[in-house]
C-alpha cells in the first residue's frame, strides 16, 4: 500500500529560526514529490515539484529535498516568518498511463511560528 | 484569476439528506479530483475524471457520485447523507501531460457536517 509518512507532527520554533520537516514515502511507480502549504480554513498550494532526477529545489526560503534511493525528502524553511505558520503536507505522486495523477497524500506537519 | 472554485462554502446536512456539492476550473484543465480531509489524516480520493467524459472511484468512493458535466466542472454528490461524511470536501483540478509533472491546484474546500 502507498504511503507517506511526515515528522514531526507539529512543531513550534521563533521566528527567525530556521526548520527543517521530514518525509519518507513508499510509494510506486514513483512519479514525482511535492510539498504543499496548508493554511487554516484554505486549500492547499504547491511549493515544490521534484522528479526521481532532481536532489534539490527551492521557492524562496523554502528549499526541498529529495533522496530517491533512501525515498526520504525534507522540506528546510529558513529564517521563518509569522505567516509560514501552516500545515505543510508531502505529496507523492505515481502515474499509470493516461488515468492521470495518482498523489497519496502525507497527514502534514503543523508548523507555528511564534514572535 | 478564479483557479478552483467551489461552492458551498459550508453546508450542515441532516442524515439521510442529499446535496451536490459544486465545483469549478477555469484553467483548462483536463484532469480533475474530489478529496476529503478528516482530522490526523491525509487528503484521500473520493473520485477523480482523468479527462471529460470519464470518472473513475478513488480510495474512499462508498456513498458518493460525481459527475463530469464538461470540462470545466465536476460535480460531487451525496444522495443520503450520513454522519461519516462529516469532513473538508476539496476539488482540485491538473493539467494531466502524460508525464506526471503536473501541478495540483485546489479550490478552498467545503466544510460540510452531517448530523
Known amino acids: 500500500k502507498n504511503q507517506v509518512e511526515q515528522s514531526p507532527q507539529s512543531l513550534i520554533i521563533l521566528e527567525g529560526k530556521n526548520c527543517t520537516l521530514q518525509?519518507?514515502?513508499?510509494?510506486?511507480?514513483?512519479?514525482?514529490l511535492r510539498w504543499y502549504k496548508q493554511d487554516t480554513g484554505r486549500g492547499p498550494v504547491s511549493l515544490t515539484i521534484m522528479t526521481f532526477s532532481e536532489n534539490t529545489k527551492s521557492n524562496g526560503r523554502y528549499t526541498a529535498t529529495l533522496d530517491a534511493d533512501t525515498k526520504q525528502s525534507s522540506l528546510h524553511i529558513t529564517a521563518s516568518q509569522l505567516s509560514d505558520s501552516a500545515s505543510y503536507i508531502c505529496?507523492?505522486?505515481?502515474?499509470?498511463?493516461?488515468?492521470?495523477?495518482?498523489?497519496?497524500f502525507g497527514t502534514g506537519t503543523r508548523l507555528a511560528v511564534r514572535p | 484569476n478564479a483557479g478552483v472554485t467551489q461552492t458551498p462554502k459550508f453546508q450542515v446536512l441532516k442524515t439521510g439528506q442529499s446535496m451536490t456539492l459544486q465545483c469549478a476550473q477555469d484553467?483548462?484543465?483536463?484532469?480533475m479530483y474530489w478529496y476529503r480531509q478528516d482530522p490526523g489524516m491525509g487528503l484521500r480520493l473520493i473520485y477523480y475524471s482523468a479527462s471529460e467524459g470519464t470518472t473513475d472511484k478513488g480510495e474512499v468512493p462508498n456513498g458518493y457520485n460525481v459527475s463530469r458535466l464538461n470540462k470545466r466542472e465536476f460535480s460531487l454528490r451525496l444522495e443520503s447523507a450520513a454522519p461519516s461524511q462529516t469532513s473538508v470536501y476539496f476539488c482540485?483540478?491538473?493539467?494531466?501531460?502524460?508525464?506526471?509533472?503536473?501541478?495540483?491546484?485546489f479550490g478552498q474546500g467545503t466544510r460540510l457536517t452531517v448530523v
Open positions: 518525509c519518507n514515502y513508499t510509494v510506486s511507480p514513483f512519479s514525482n
Open positions: 505529496v507523492v505522486s505515481s502515474t499509470k498511463g493516461s488515468s492521470g495523477d495518482k498523489l497519496t
Open positions: 482540485a483540478s491538473s493539467r494531466w501531460a502524460g508525464n506526471g509533472n503536473t501541478e495540483a491546484f
Open positions: 484553467m483548462n484543465h483536463n484532469s
